[in-house]
């Protein structure tokens, strides 16, 4: 399966097989064996490379959680042929990140834009947040207006892949 | 000077800070009142007093803030006293004054200091004529006054909320072509903030240090000082890491900035717990504002000073004299743990708490109302709970607060704990070389390392993935009913799960 690390990229994962407490797996074509002891729902004991961690993990709708140790970690599944490589876009539309109000629209449909250019205002728990493309990309629609309140997760603005960008969607190659 | 026994208090607050004044209150034997809103009906708070009495919905305008309904409930249960904690309505004049007028005793300074000192304007010319330093600045709040100023004082220029605090509402500008926009701005932040959009404007220090005074007062005119706290790691802004004492100060700017604190507070007859805040920029500082209530920060100066300070309010609030100061040893840290994401911008993050270790050890305190269970909105600020170290000296505080950072771990909930543990653990941080750019200058693009835990954490995704590990979502919604996202696509190797150990029992 691919996964992507929200924050960090995209890898494959393919759990080979398992022994005892013993899960081998192989990331990126590299195999590795790790102890995964199984301490409760949710929690376990996974030892890699000598290093113990106490690992916790969750599925949360279409997100998966795990912290190992301190650290905390935040996974998405990413459905072939939707990777960032096939589309040259890592998420085809803005979603709001948190329940807010739409400040500001920044940009118009048809507008290309850079990577990091910023596309909406969003004010939540009394801050104002500016929105930014991930990637190269065009507006292809505005779904909301200023001054609209949206939820988490609503779709405020589509995007296609820059018209500069290599590939297009509808004449790039199937992923190999 | 009455004296007044509190036999019941209200706790007009929500989180970590209803239960640390909960705390304080039961352990003087105080019967006590929460109130909540429908969001927080299982919060902790709720279930820690006595009593507790619903004041209406989620958003905080129509329940935490609502000031007749919280006087109201007061009422209802009999509390003789509220504390307001910080936030919400802890600095309004008015709704002291209202307290005091249902003959309910108000934990905290007197309506009119709070309104004199609360106004930046006054606030300002109070310091001054009690002879505090000031950084210039012009007391108006019109545009053409703020531009004269500016091409007087020079760019950059800081321009403010009136009403604010908290760093809402500020811009820096840094030369005269961004001053409209910045105007602009900050004046619209400050209407959503506080609903009112006056703004002020004084000089930008290049490079200073957010130091503060702890004082205390009673009404039988004693005023003392508890220390400083240095809190100059801030983000827009807004304080994460606080210590006690300031590192590197001299003994004579201490002594001077605790006379210039009790001068200001007793010019004004200042009674109960509050901050006097100053920048500090070299051998010189300079008032920046008075925070008439209990800071967040709070805990740094009670572990040095080995003192309560809600207790003190409390039995200042009753009529009793401050307790005498003891010496202060060693030093203190707190980290403020927040529901964001310091990776990605620093986006505020919501989630359902599924699992929680929380540090403990010598020299270590959690301040917090995390548990299992508790879900984290976005109706209220992110403050997810403070971590202080207490230590012999500076170093021992700040090792113990890497570790004990290393140990904090939540599942359902993305916060800024590893962001933190970098910074304390960071070679400007152990120099103490601070400053309010402290962030901007050694952690602008901060991600966490990508190593540590990576490897054990893709492994346990992939298990998740495939249903063969992890916890069930807190609203119980299994991982086959949890999108197509993760239940679409399964290889042979996700039948793993009928391996026993990993099952979910």
Redesign the interface.
Known sequence: MRLRRVGGGEFDIDILGHEGSTVRARIDGIELSVSFESIADGAAMVTVNGRRYRVFGAALRDRILVTAGPMGFEFRRVEEGRSQAAKGLATPELCAPMPGKVLRILVKEGDEVEAGAGLLVLEAMKMETTLASETPARVKRILVAEGQMVDHGAVMIELSPSAQAPSHPESAPPES | MKRREIGKLLIANRGEIALRIIRSAKALGIRTVAVFSEADARSPHVAAADEAICIGPAEASKSYLNADVIIAAARTTGADALHPGYGFLSERPEFARAVAKAGIVFVGPPADVMAALGDKLSGRRIAKQAGVPMVPGAETASPGEIRAFAEREGYPILIKASAGGGG?GMRIVADESQLEAALE?GSR?AM??FGDGRVFVEKYLARPRHVEVQILGDMHGNLVTLGERDCSIQRRYQKIIEESPAPGLSASMRTKMAEAALALGRSVGYRSAGTVEFLVDGDNFYFLEVNARLQVEHPVTELRFGCDLVAEQLRIAAGERVSDVAAPVGCAIECRINAE?A???F??A??TV??L?APAGPGVRFDSHLEAGLEVG?HY??LLGKLVTFGATREQARSRMVVA????????V??S??FL?DIVASEPFARANLSTHFLDQFFSKW??A?T??????????????????????GRG?A?AA??P??A??R?P?DE?SG?E?????
């Open positions: 809402r701005a932040e959503a903030a994401d990776a990605n911008n986006r505020p919501t989630g599924m699992h270790a976005t600020d992110s950072l290393g140990e904090f771990s939540l599942l359902g993305m916060n704990a590893g543990r991600h966490p990508e540590d835990g990576l490897e054990a954490a893709m492994v346990a995704a992939a298990m998740v993935a495939s249903g063969a590990f992890g916890t069930r979502n919604a991982p949890a999108g996202a993760i679409a696509r290889s190797w793993l391996f150990l990993w099952r979910p029992r």
